[in-house]
């Protein structure tokens, strides 16, 4: 999507709240409020709800407006819906952490491990992928039982365009293991996939470099930094710089970290240590990471051919259940569950 400056005017946004809020209710009504995870971690379906939103249906704004939106029109129903949305964009992503932990006493489940996944799902898009586009914007959505969908976008300067990610908790067997749902952007480039199946001996290397003592990774990054290179590399070793290092890497070394995602999570362990780590782990053990672009589009029921995966005939009989359910229950007139949540709005 391309970067659009600006934001949405507050006469419109005050009616992207107020339908935000009718069409969650809805939902969570009909299908409870998995199913809103589900479908907010399908960027088509993302996309069409912030059209229907009335948004910019190709600017990068309609990320950050669409979620603020969630967020605002469901304010104050979180305990009745079971449906909670944190983060957003810039300063407010910050405050993410605090805000799940602040909805504690209304799950059932340890807000400590939200936290966790809000963290290391930034982490990896901002770290682990390194595609050139920058995060500024992180909504962490989960119901009271712990199960949690990530939307968030990046930017890159350079060509003007935003990059989303979108996550599915249920979906999420490895957080470093191409833990995505969808990774949407109409441009593809050079990009460090550290969670690509194909990086999983470079994963493994660099752990085992994160427990070298400081001093030898520094002394290793300078002898690497005299090697000329082939123009093809993706990673700079000259936009890398040893000494300013050097803190991070007794981190990891005290640290002793078992596999790569505890080695993500430490703090302080940025883009530039994964790339020195990475560098070392391929010019110097010969493992080496994908450079393949993640980027790619869900398929709500996965394709015939196997690709991106092969179709989850549950997911689609459950498709097919859920809609066949709303006609039918519009046909005979069915409106007393509905009638309840809506009974929510007054609370607004």
Request: hydrophobic fraction near 35%.
């Amino acid at each position: 999507m391309p970067l659009h400056g600006g934001k949405a005017p507050s006469w419109l946004f005050q009616r992207m709240k107020r339908l935000a809020r009718e069409i969650i209710i809805a939902m969570v009504s009909e299908y409870g409020p998995q199913e809103v995870l589900r479908k907010l971690s399908d960027p088509f379906w993302f996309q069409a709800l912030g059209c229907v939103l009335g948004f910019d249906w190709h600017s990068s704004g309609v990320t950050t407006t669409t979620c603020g939106a969630l967020k605002e029109g469901i304010k104050g129903l979180e305990k009745e819906l079971g449906l909670f949305i944190t983060g957003g964009k810039g300063a407010i992503s910050r405050k993410t952490p605090s805000e799940i932990l602040g909805a504690g006493d209304q799950l059932s489940c340890d807000p400590e491990k939200l936290v966790y996944a809000s963290k290391m799902s930034a982490k990896v898009d901002n770290s682990a992928i390194q595609d050139g586009y920058q995060l500024y914007h992180h909504s962490f959505i989960f119901t009271k039982s712990g199960d949690w969908a990530v939307v968030q976008q990046g930017m890159n300067d350079a060509n003007k365009y935003a990059r989303r990610y979108h996550w599915l908790g249920s979906k999420v067997e490895n957080f470093v293991v191409e833990p995505h749902s969808a990774i949407c952007c109409d441009s593809r480039g050079s990009t460090l996939n550290m969670t690509s199946v194909e990086s999983e001996e470079a994963r493994q290397t660099t752990v085992m470099l994160s427990q070298e003592k400081p001093d030898t990774l520094v002394s290793e990054i300078k002898r690497l930094q005299s090697l000329h290179l082939p123009s093809h590399h993706q990673v700079d070793i000259h936009d890398i710089h040893p000494d300013r290092l050097y803190k991070t890497f007794t981190k990891t070394y005290e640290s002793i970290p078992e596999n790569f995602e505890s080695l993500l999570g430490i703090e302080g362990v940025g883009p530039k240590t994964v790339r020195a780590l990475t560098l070392i782990s391929e010019i110097v053990y010969g493992k080496a990471p994908s450079f393949h672009d993640p980027v790619r589009y869900s398929f709500a029921h996965g394709g015939k051919d196997g690709h991106p995966y092969p179709v989850d005939k549950d997911v689609y009989d459950r498709s097919i259940d859920i809609l066949r359910g709303a006609l039918k229950q519009a046909k005979v007139g069915n409106n007393e569950k509905m009638d309840a949540f809506k009974r929510l709005s007054y609370f607004m």
